[in-house]
């Protein structure tokens, strides 16, 4: 039974024991420990404190990042509709100035087409009076004898012809 029961001196050096290692680290190694403890636990906390901010400042960041997109993206479509507009502008001022071109062209070669059928005609009836004098020249210098008469008659002919 005596390895049942505890002997009295074992209590009493366990005990003293006990209270001198509870003495020795409670004068050198609590206050240490405890210390390491508290600076341990300082750190997390103040680790998690700025893993809050950072978190804070990304989502900030993220937010700010698809503000700066959505900007960027209107002014894309800003720049695509300028771009549309001012191509529609020089398309309508280009058109415009075909047709004056256009316009110019078509007037001043009616006008030429005008004068060339003048002159041609001018040319034609000269022409046709040169024929009409030569031949008559050839008919009266065969049939008739020339008189005073017949040359104011030839003149007049030739006036009429000339003034048509």
Same mark, same amino acid.
């Not at 040169?130 to 005073?148: R, S």
């Given at each position: ?67 700066l997109l959505k900007e960027a993206q ?16 020089i398309i309508s001022e280009a058109q ?7 316009? /110019?062209?078509?007037?001043?070669a009616k006008a030429d087409g005008q *004068?060339?059928? %003048? #002159?041609?005609?001018? +040319? &034609?009836?000269? @022409? ?12 009266? /210098? ?9 040359? *104011?008659?030839? %003149? #007049?002919?030739?006036? +009429? &012809?000339?003034? @048509?």
């Open positions: 039974m005596e390895l049942l029961l505890p002997n009295l001196g074992l209590i009493v050096w366990t005990t003293l024991a006990f209270v001198i290692v509870f003495v020795l680290l409670a004068k050198f190694a609590w206050k240490p420990i405890l210390k390491s403890i508290h600076e341990r636990e300082t750190f997390i906390e103040t680790s998690l404190q700025k893993a809050k901010e950072a978190e804070t400042n990304l989502l900030s960041i993220n937010e700010k990042t698809n503000q209107a002014e894309k479509q800003k720049i695509i509709a300028d771009g549309q507009t001012l191509k529609q502008q415009e100035k075909a047709k004056t071109e256009a316009t /110019k062209i078509i007037a001043a *004068k060339n059928q %003048e #002159k041609i005609m001018q +040319d &034609i009836k000269q @022409n046709i009076a040169e024929l009409v004098i030569a031949t008559t020249e050839k008919i009266l /210098k065969e049939k008739l004898k020339p008189t005073k008469e017949q040359e *104011k008659m030839i %003149e #007049k002919a030739i006036a +009429d &012809i000339s003034a @048509n």
